[in-house]
């Protein structure tokens, strides 16, 4: 897995590449807590060069967005593949996120 | 489709006594096979050689490319992560909250902060619909919730293929086919190869895609379930049927059975 960020006007842009398993999570982790750390918002996940997410990726989203909640801050996935797609729909997550198309919607009002 | 594990002409023996007699046959990826015949048939002897908990007499069984019967122990450790097993009586330990059962896999073969593990074990738990009950102990749940719990333990590492041996064992019709739904939905979501031992006729037909069935340590069907609802095996329709088998009398065989030394 590699990730890289990127300054946007406001907040922060997370483009991930790879997969997202036990082994790679803890590192993504250290780079949301980081941000939410920091109080940055809004955080804009690019998830097109994802090959496959685990329940530990989504359970360090989840851990992402509770810090967040606590400065209302704006957490932004995008550009998530149909089997990515599904795995939030199935875990009931797909309301919880905001979830975007393409990384071009998610930057709109950034 | 792909086949995920092929046996090859299988053959265990405990003392002098043939368990399984070369049985062959493959599981195709993401679908549900399920092994059954009779008690005492070999299905759970079968399925602890495909888990690699038990070394074949002679044969081989091939999973990812790999013949695990060829692993060393510490291969087969890390094989075993790849995988989730719920075992008859769910095994869990009576000693942990629920909650600590789910997480123990992944607390003992990952890095994983505290924190991300117990989103991820609320996740298992309410996959298996049992948000909520993480704080209680094994002993407080009823047989099916058990069986649930031991299914989100079996999920704890997010496996390639779950194994299940007799799940339905002791539940209520409504709890079992709860689970049998369980089953399917981890089957459609996460795309799983699950192998599942049984001998419950409505759980097979509702859930198999494939089913392989053993007779006294012999493959004797392997094929879909129309094919199996069709089959011409009197072994087979008898297992449909639910005919008992006629008792096989020899009445020299029973006196020498009741005067041997």
Redesign the interface.
Same mark, same amino acid.
């Given at each position: 897995m590699k990730i890289t960020t990127e300054d946007i006007p406001k907040g922060k842009l997370i483009m991930i590449s790879g997969e997202i $398993?036990?082994?790679t =999570?803890?590192a993504l982790?250290d780079v949301l807590m980081k941000l939410t750390k920091k109080k940055v918002t809004p955080i804009i996940v690019d998830l097109l060069e994802v090959s496959y997410m $685990? =329940? =530990?990726a989504?359970?360090?989203f989840?851990?992402a967005l509770k810090n967040m909640m606590s400065y209302k801050g704006s957490l932004r996935l995008c550009n998530l593949s149909q089997r990515v797609s599904?795995?939030f729909t199935?875990?009931?997550l797909n309301k919880i996120f905001e979830i975007y198309k393409t990384r071009e919607d998610a930057l709109k009002n950034c | 489709m792909d086949e995920k594990i092929v046996v090859k002409n299988l053959v265990t023996r405990y003392g002098n006594k043939t368990i399984l007699k070369d049985i062959s046959f493959s599981v195709q990826q993401g679908r549900i096979t399920a092994i059954v015949g009779g008690s005492g048939c070999g299905k759970s002897t079968l399925l602890k050689h495909i888990i690699g908990l038990l070394k074949p007499a002679s044969g081989e069984i091939w999973i990812n490319g790999k013949d695990i019967t060829k692993l060393s122990e510490m291969q087969l450790n890390d094989f075993r992560k790849s995988i989730g097993v719920l075992f008859q009586g769910a095994a869990l330990l009576n000693s942990m909250t629920i909650e600590d059962n789910v997480a123990l896999p992944i607390r003992e073969h990952t890095h994983l902060n505290e924190a991300t593990i117990k989103i991820m074990v609320k996740m298992k738990l309410d996959l298996v619909g049992l948000s909520g009950f993480g704080d209680f102990y094994p002993s407080q749940l009823s047989g099916g919730m058990k069986k649930r719990a031991g299914i989100a333990r079996a999920m704890a590492l997010d496996p390639e293929m779950l194994f299940f041996d007799e799940p339905q064992a002791g539940l209520d019709p409504i709890t079992s086919a709860g689970l049998d739904a369980l089953i399917l939905k981890l089957r459609d979501i996460f795309k799983m190869t699950i192998i599942v031992v049984t001998h419950e006729l409505h759980s097979l037909f509702t859930i198999a895609d494939t089913i392989v069935m053993l007779d006294k340590g012999e493959l004797i069907f392997e094929g879909t379930v129309e094919q199996f609802k069709n089959a011409q095996d009197d072994r087979v329709k008898r297992f449909i049927t639910r005919t008992p088998e006629d008792e096989n009398y020899c009445p020299e065989d029973y006196f020498n059975i009741l005067t041997a030394d």
């Amino acid at each position: 897995m590699k990730i890289t960020t990127e300054d946007i006007p406001k907040g922060k842009l997370i483009m991930i590449s790879g997969e997202i $398993d036990m082994h790679t =999570s803890p590192a993504l982790r250290d780079v949301l807590m980081k941000l939410t750390k920091k109080k940055v918002t809004p955080i804009i996940v690019d998830l097109l060069e994802v090959s496959y997410m $685990d =329940s =530990s990726a989504i359970a360090t989203f989840v851990e992402a967005l509770k810090n967040m909640m606590s400065y209302k801050g704006s957490l932004r996935l995008c550009n998530l593949s149909q089997r990515v797609s599904e795995i939030f729909t199935f875990a009931k997550l797909n309301k919880i996120f905001e979830i975007y198309k393409t990384r071009e919607d998610a930057l709109k009002n950034c | 489709m792909d086949e995920k594990i092929v046996v090859k002409n299988l053959v265990t023996r405990y003392g002098n006594k043939t368990i399984l007699k070369d049985i062959s046959f493959s599981v195709q990826q993401g679908r549900i096979t399920a092994i059954v015949g009779g008690s005492g048939c070999g299905k759970s002897t079968l399925l602890k050689h495909i888990i690699g908990l038990l070394k074949p007499a002679s044969g081989e069984i091939w999973i990812n490319g790999k013949d695990i019967t060829k692993l060393s122990e510490m291969q087969l450790n890390d094989f075993r992560k790849s995988i989730g097993v719920l075992f008859q009586g769910a095994a869990l330990l009576n000693s942990m909250t629920i909650e600590d059962n789910v997480a123990l896999p992944i607390r003992e073969h990952t890095h994983l902060n505290e924190a991300t593990i117990k989103i991820m074990v609320k996740m298992k738990l309410d996959l298996v619909g049992l948000s909520g009950f993480g704080d209680f102990y094994p002993s407080q749940l009823s047989g099916g919730m058990k069986k649930r719990a031991g299914i989100a333990r079996a999920m704890a590492l997010d496996p390639e293929m779950l194994f299940f041996d007799e799940p339905q064992a002791g539940l209520d019709p409504i709890t079992s086919a709860g689970l049998d739904a369980l089953i399917l939905k981890l089957r459609d979501i996460f795309k799983m190869t699950i192998i599942v031992v049984t001998h419950e006729l409505h759980s097979l037909f509702t859930i198999a895609d494939t089913i392989v069935m053993l007779d006294k340590g012999e493959l004797i069907f392997e094929g879909t379930v129309e094919q199996f609802k069709n089959a011409q095996d009197d072994r087979v329709k008898r297992f449909i049927t639910r005919t008992p088998e006629d008792e096989n009398y020899c009445p020299e065989d029973y006196f020498n059975i009741l005067t041997a030394d």
